[in-house]
């Protein structure tokens, strides 16, 4: 395995030990908000600590993108990492959320993590060498279109601006599906793209650590991700389309009508 994934798998892992381990304990948590409906607390920080101290130990010179303390400048190496994707739905003891890191090299995705500490599941890929779960290769699902599809998403709950392009896409692709989930982390809806247990996924104004795992996981499980120009820019104007290669092109076909112009670039 990949020295570099292997250290990642660690700093994933340990992250998890901490958020399993205040699971508990979440009353007694110190909580602040970001901004309106984004919260941070002490575990989002413990953990983060951990897989930058982890990741710093083995790699000093690999400059740092995490959520909570920000951009640290470096090589030509980027780690990019959410150590608490889901924190809303934790701190409610809803059980749904993940740690994600991404290594980046000159600006292409080189290998990501997404790990689930409550069912132990661990998502990984590195460039070239495939997708997995827990060791056992993952390919997303082979549905040829959007007709009994089940997709995930996620509301621009940051972005108010654009709900109502949002409900329009909702409601354009809602009556092709069979199902849309919003579980609340986004980092573990798209690796659900990656085994195969969603067939797709759109959201708007996503951040780099919310994605950059998740993306290189679906493409090296054979699926396509783009934003909503169909280009490569996701990762700066945060809006994502995901999927197999037949229901990526679906939805970019059935959401491109109700973007406007704000959205569709």
Same mark, same amino acid.
Request: net charge neutral; proline share 4%; hydrophobic share 45%.
């Given at each position: 395995?990949?020295?570099?994934?292997?250290?990642?798998?660690?700093?994933?892992?340990?992250?998890?030990?901490?958020?399993?381990?205040?699971?508990?304990?979440?009353?007694?948590?110190?909580?602040?908000?970001?901004?309106?409906?984004?919260?941070?607390?002490?575990?989002?920080?413990?953990?983060?600590?951990?897989?930058?101290?982890?990741?710093?130990?083995?790699?000093?010179?690999?400059?740092?993108?995490?959520?909570?303390?920000?951009?640290?400048?470096?090589?030509?190496?980027?780690?990019?990492?959410?150590?608490?994707?889901?924190?809303?739905?934790?701190?409610?003891?809803?059980?749904?959320?993940?740690?994600?890191?991404?290594?980046?090299?000159?600006?292409?995705?080189?290998?990501?993590?997404?790990?689930?500490?409550?069912?132990?599941?661990?998502?990984?890929?590195?460039?070239?060498?495939?997708?997995?779960?827990?060791?056992?290769?993952?390919?997303?699902?082979?549905?040829?279109?959007?007709?009994?599809?089940?997709?995930?998403?996620?509301?621009?709950?940051?972005?108010?601006?654009?709900?109502?392009?949002?409900?329009?896409?909702?409601?354009?692709?809602?009556?092709?599906?069979?199902?849309?989930?919003?579980?609340?982390? *986004? %980092?573990?809806?798209?690796?659900?793209?990656? !085994? /195969?247990? @969603?067939? =797709?996924?759109? $959201?708007? +104004?996503?951040?780099?650590?919310?994605? *950059? %795992?998740?993306?290189?996981?679906?493409?090296? !499980? /054979?699926? @396509?991700? =783009?934003?909503? $120009?169909? +280009?490569?820019?996701?990762?700066?104007?945060?809006?994502?389309?995901?999927?197999?290669?037949?229901?990526?092109?679906?939805?970019?076909?059935?959401?491109?009508?109700?973007?406007?112009?704000?959205?569709?670039?």
């Amino acid at each position: 395995m990949n020295p570099m994934l292997n250290i990642a798998i660690r700093a994933a892992r340990r992250a998890g030990s901490i958020i399993t381990r205040n699971i508990d304990f979440i009353d007694r948590l110190d909580v602040s908000a970001k901004s309106q409906n984004d919260f941070v607390s002490d575990v989002d920080r413990q953990a983060e600590e951990e897989i930058i101290a982890v990741l710093r130990k083995a790699f000093p010179s690999h400059g740092i993108l995490a959520e909570e303390s920000g951009a640290s400048q470096g090589d030509d190496y980027l780690w990019i990492i959410d150590p608490l994707d889901g924190t809303t739905n934790f701190l409610h003891g809803f059980p749904q959320f993940s740690v994600s890191i991404a290594l980046q090299c000159k600006g292409r995705l080189e290998l990501g993590v997404v790990y689930d500490p409550l069912r132990q599941e661990l998502f990984t890929a590195e460039r070239g060498a495939g997708a997995k779960l827990n060791d056992r290769r993952i390919r997303v699902s082979k549905l040829r279109g959007l007709d009994g599809a089940l997709l995930g998403t996620g509301f621009p709950f940051k972005h108010h601006q654009h709900l109502d392009a949002y409900l329009a896409t909702f409601k354009a692709l809602s009556p092709m599906t069979s199902g849309i989930r919003r579980a609340g982390s *986004a %980092a573990l809806d798209l690796a659900y793209v990656a !085994a /195969g247990r @969603l067939d =797709g996924f759109w $959201a708007i +104004g996503l951040s780099p650590w919310d994605m *950059a %795992a998740g993306v290189i996981l679906i493409r090296e !499980a /054979g699926g @396509l991700a =783009g934003d909503f $120009a169909a +280009g490569d820019d996701f990762m700066d104007t945060g809006n994502l389309i995901a999927g197999n290669p037949k229901v990526y092109h679906a939805i970019y076909q059935t959401i491109k009508p109700h973007l406007g112009p704000a959205l569709a670039k």
